[in-house]
């Protein structure tokens, strides 16, 4: 009895050590890799935008013109997961820290955006500001799903997401950013500097149970101490 109970617990160890892998964290606090741009909807009679910084991310954007709007992501290339590589995820946290520097006064959108394949998925604030300068402050999210409602960038705009972000292990790599979204509301010109630090995003691991390496020689070797206890226990008949 005692060795069963034995080969039970052995059993259960191999199966749960490690069964829940480490979250994957990826943190951004120097900002020189984020030199990509890609821009999901550019109108009006001129846009400018840059984008550059080592210890912050500051993006400037100028709209001249009644119709002027844009919105882009800067991401790096080497700021990313891959789910096929690393493992299905079933929940992303992030954290962000925000500062308005300066421009016209009116109305500005960021977010964290994700980019996989050719589709750009984000989380956004929003943020009406006056005139002057603003003090850091903190957005974060926690237990973000493919489920969850996204907003996706198009040419069109920002929509309801006609496709979601693919967590699985059969998911592409997933590229992590800012993003940015502004227009001037009709008025004949306007500008925006804002700065961003302190990214932080973990990609959480899917507990699907797998044996932890190691875990699987483990029982194994229990079961062949099981076998050779049995083979030294000594036979007693209890026939007459």
């Known amino acids: 009895m005692k060795s069963l109970t034995l080969l039970a617990g052995l059993a259960a160890l191999a199966l749960n050590v490690n069964a829940t892998q480490a979250a994957v964290v990826m943190t951004a606090t120097d900002w020189s890799g984020f030199t990509n741009v890609t821009t999901t909807k550019n ?52 954290s962000i820290d925000q500062r308005r520097v300066g421009g016209t006064p009116g109305a500005h959108g960021w977010g964290v955006g994700f980019m996989q394949d050719s589709n ?12 002057g300068t603003y003090s850091w402050n903190t957005w974060d999210a926690t237990d973000i799903t493919a489920s969850t409602y996204w907003l996706q960038a198009t040419a069109a705009g920002l929509v309801a997401p006609t496709a979601t972000l693919d967590l699985s292990a059969s998911g592409n790599e997933i590229y992590v950013g800012v993003f940015i979204f502004s227009g001037n509301g009709g008025s004949p010109t306007r500008n925006d500097t804002t700065a961003y630090d302190n990214l932080s995003v973990s990609f959480n691991a899917v507990d699907n149970a797998v044996p932890a390496p190691g875990a699987l020689a483990l029982l194994l070797t229990g079961l062949a101490g099981f076998g050779w206890t049995r083979r030294q226990t000594p036979h007693i008949s209890t026939s007459n």
């Open 43 to 94: 109108v009006g009679a001129s846009n400018t935008f840059s984008a550059s910084g080592t210890t912050e991310m500051q993006i400037f954007s100028s709209l001249v013109g009644g119709s002027a709007e844009t919105q882009r992501l800067v991401w790096d290339s080497t700021f990313s997961y891959d789910p096929g590589v690393s493992g299905a995820v079933d929940s992303i946290d992030f």
């Open 120 to 131: 750009v998925f984000l989380f956004s604030g929003y943020h009406a500001f006056g005139a």
